[in-house]
C-alpha cells in the first residue's frame, strides 16, 4: 500500500508541476514524447522481470489447465463490470471504459498505453482507476475472503496479485493459494500490454 500511496502523490505533484509550468511556459517540447520512451522502458522490464523469475516461470510450467480459469474469470469480470458501468458514464466511449478496466490493476503500464492512445483524460483516469484497485484490495481483503472466497482479493488484485498484495492474500486466503494468486497475476500482467492496445484498435 505504502508504494501506492507513494505513486499517487508523485502523480499529484506532477499535475500540480505541470499545470504550474504550463502557466509559465516553461516546459519543454520534448516532454510530449517522454512518455513514449518510458513505456518502452517499462515494456522491457517487465520481460526482464517474468523472464528472469525462476519460479514463476516453473509455475507457468507446472500450473495445471484448470487454473487458467482464474485469471480468465478475472478478464471477463473485469470486463463485464465496465460494460455495465458504462451506461452510467456519458464522457468516455466504450472502448475507452474497457480499456481502463483492462488494466487489472497494472496503473503504470495500462495508464501510459491508453494516454499515448487516447489522451490525458482516460489515461489519468485509468491511472487512478488501477491504483485504487490495488489500494481496495491492500484494505479489503478480508472482507472479500468472507464473501467470495479465498479466491476473491485474488480476483480483486488482478495483477497485482502477483507482488504488491500477495501477501496479504497469503495470510487471508491461506499460503495454499499464493502459487494461484502468483500464477494469475502473471497472466494479467502478461496480458495487459497487448489486451490494451487491442481494444483501442477498433
Given at each position: ?5 507513494i505513486?499517487l502523490l508523485?502523480?499529484v505533484?506532477g499535475?500540480?508541476?505541470g499545470?504550474?509550468?504550463e502557466?509559465?511556459g ?16 517499462l515494456?522491457?522490464?517487465v520481460?526482464?522481470g517474468?523472464?528472469g523469475?525462476t ?6 510450467k507446472?500450473t495445471?489447465?484448470k487454473?487458467?480459469?482464474v485469471?480468465?474469470?478475472v478478464v ?30 497494472y496503473?503504470?503500464l495500462?495508464s501510459?498505453?491508453i494516454?499515448e492512445?487516447?489522451?490525458e483524460?482516460p ?6 482507476t488501477?491504483?485504487?484497485?490495488e489500494?481496495?484490495t ?5 472482507l472479500?475472503v468472507r464473501?467470495?472466497?479465498?479466491l ?5 488484485g488482478?495483477?497485482?496479485s502477483?507482488?504488491t498484495?500477495l501477501?496479504i492474500?497469503?495470510?487471508y486466503?491461506?499460503k495454499?493459494?499464493v502459487m494461484i494468486?502468483l500464477?494469475?497475476g502473471i ?5 495487459v ?5 487491442f481494444i483501442l484498435?477498433?
Amino acid at each position: 500500500m505504502k508504494n501506492s500511496l507513494i505513486i499517487l502523490l508523485f502523480f499529484v505533484l506532477g499535475v500540480g508541476v505541470g499545470a504550474w509550468g504550463e502557466g509559465g511556459g516553461w516546459i519543454p517540447d520534448a516532454f510530449d514524447s517522454l512518455s513514449t520512451y518510458v513505456l518502452y522502458g517499462l515494456m522491457g522490464l517487465v520481460g526482464f522481470g517474468i523472464g528472469g523469475d525462476t519460479q514463476a516461470l516453473k509455475v507457468l510450467k507446472d500450473t495445471k489447465l484448470k487454473i487458467m480459469l482464474v485469471p480468465l474469470s478475472v478478464v471477463i469480470g473485469s470486463l463485464g463490470g465496465a460494460s455495465l458501468v458504462y451506461v452510467f458514464i456519458k464522457d468516455l466511449d466504450l472502448q475507452e471504459v474497457l480499456a481502463i478496466s483492462a488494466g487489472f490493476g497494472y496503473y503504470s503500464l495500462s495508464s501510459l498505453f491508453i494516454t499515448e492512445l487516447r489522451g490525458e483524460v482516460p489515461g489519468t483516469i485509468a491511472l487512478l482507476t488501477n491504483i485504487m484497485r490495488e489500494i481496495i484490495t491492500l484494505l479489503m481483503t478480508p472482507l472479500f475472503v468472507r464473501w467470495a472466497g479465498p479466491l476473491g482479493p485474488i480476483a480483486s488484485g488482478g495483477a497485482t496479485s502477483m507482488d504488491t498484495t500477495l501477501p496479504i492474500i497469503s495470510l487471508y486466503s491461506g499460503k495454499q493459494y499464493v502459487m494461484i494468486a502468483l500464477f494469475s497475476g502473471i497472466v494479467l500482467t502478461v496480458v495487459v500490454p497487448f489486451l490494451v492496445p487491442f481494444i483501442l484498435s477498433f
